[in-house]
C-alpha cells in the first residue's frame, strides 16, 4: 500500500486539501474534499481509495503549507515524557503523565516563521510526535486507544520558558503564542506509522543538531496517553496530543540557549516530513 500523505496548501484562509504523490509532488484533492477537518479524519483513507493520485492536479511546490488539520480543538500537550528530559531539567519523574493545554490559536503551518512574542527573552524548541484524534472516544483501554486516532504529525511545542514557569507556574501561557504550535507538513494515517519500531525525531538550529531521539524512549507510549487521557475528558475528532519532547531544549544547555531573531529551526520525524522555521519578531 502506498503512504498517503494529507496536507492543506494556501494563504490563511484560503487553504485546500491535498496529497502527496509518490515523487513528493502536491496534488489537489479539493474535487473530493471540501477540507481536512473534524467531519473527516476517520474516512480519509476510504474517500481517496481507488483514485489514480498521479492523475490530480499539480499544485506548484512553491506555495505555502497550512496546518495538516483545519481548526484543531484541544490541543493536549504532555509534559516530562521522556526520561532524559527529565533528567537534563532536573525535574521530578510523574507519577502519572503530565497533561496541559496549548491553545488553538497558536497552531501553525510547517514552514511558517515563528514569531517571538512581546516581552519574551527565552523562547525554546521541543520537538514532538503529534496525534490526531479521528473519533469521538472516552474511557478507552490501551487496547482500545488506537481505534481513536486519525493519524500522526509532527510537531514543534516552542515554549517561552519564562512565561511558563514564572508568573504563577501556568505552563500554559508559556506554550500558548501565535505560532507556538507548528504542525505538518502532513498527516499520515495509523495504519501506515509503525511505532512499534519507533520513529525518529530531531531538530536543529541554525545547522547544529539539538535534539534527536527514538519515540521508544517515551515512558507513557502513544496507546497509554490516549488511554489515560480519555479518562479525564472525551477525545474529539480534530483534537491534538503533543506527545513530549526529548532531551536537548535550549535551557537544560551550560549557558542555556534560546531562539534570537534571524535563527533557523529545522526538525524532522521518520515518516512523518521535515519542517522549516525562520524566527521573526512578532508582528503586532
Known amino acids: ?82 526520561r532524559e528530559h527529565i533528567q537534563e531539567t532536573s525535574s521530578k519523574t510523574p507519577d502519572e503523565p503530565l497533561l496541559f493545554n496549548k491553545s488553538p490559536h497558536a497552531i501553525c503551518g510547517a514552514n511558517d516563521p515563528i514569531m517571538i512574542p512581546k516581552g519574551a527573552e527565552r523562547v525554546d524548541w521541543e520537538v514532538e510526535l503529534v496525534i490526531v484524534i479521528g473519533r469521538e472516544s472516552r474511557y478507552l483501554t490501551k487496547e ?25 507556574g501556568q505552563w500554559m501561557k508559556g506554550k500558548s503564542a501565535d505560532t507556538f504550535g507548528p504542525v505538518g ?11 512499534d519500531d519507533g520513529l525518529s525525531l530531531w531538530l536543529d538550529v541554525n545547522g547544529t543538531r539539538k535534539q534527536e531521539a527514538s519515540t521508544l524512549q517515551m515512558m507513557h507510549d502513544v496507546p ?25 531544549v535550549g535551557m537544560a544547555r551550560n549557558p542555556p540557549e534560546f531562539l534570537q531573531l534571524g535563527d ?20 503586532d
Open 144 to 168: 482500545q486507544a488506537l481505534s481513536a486516532i486519525g493519524g500522526f504529525c509532527l510537531g514543534v511545542d516552542v515554549s517561552e520558558r519564562d512565561f511558563q514557569k514564572n508568573h504563577s
Open 224 to 248: 497509554a496517553l490516549i488511554s489515560y487521557i480519555s479518562q479525564f475528558m472525551s477525545l474529539h475528532p480534530g483534537d491534538l496530543i503533543f506527545t513530549g519532547t526529548p532531551d536537548g
Open 1 to 82: 500500500m502506498n503512504t498517503l500523505r494529507f496536507l492543506r496548501y494556501g494563504e490563511k484562509g484560503e487553504e485546500r486539501p491535498a496529497v502527496l504523490d509518490q515523487d513528493g509532488n502536491i496534488r489537489s484533492v479539493h474535487q473530493y474534499l471540501d477540507d481536512i477537518d473534524a467531519t473527516v479524519l476517520d474516512q480519509l483513507d476510504s474517500i481517496l481509495s481507488g483514485i489514480d493520485i498521479a492523475a490530480l492536479p499539480l499544485i506548484d511546490a512553491d506555495v505555502r503549507i497550512a496546518p495538516p488539520i483545519a481548526a484543531p480543538g484541544n490541543v493536549i500537550a504532555v509534559g516530562l515524557n521522556y
Open 185 to 195: 507538513p502532513y498527516l499520515v494515517s495509523t495504519s501506515q506509522v509503525n511505532l
Open 264 to 283: 533557523r529551526v529545522e526538525c524532522g520525524i521518520t515518516g512523518l516530513g521535515k519542517q522549516q522555521h525562520t524566527v521573526i519578531a512578532s508582528t
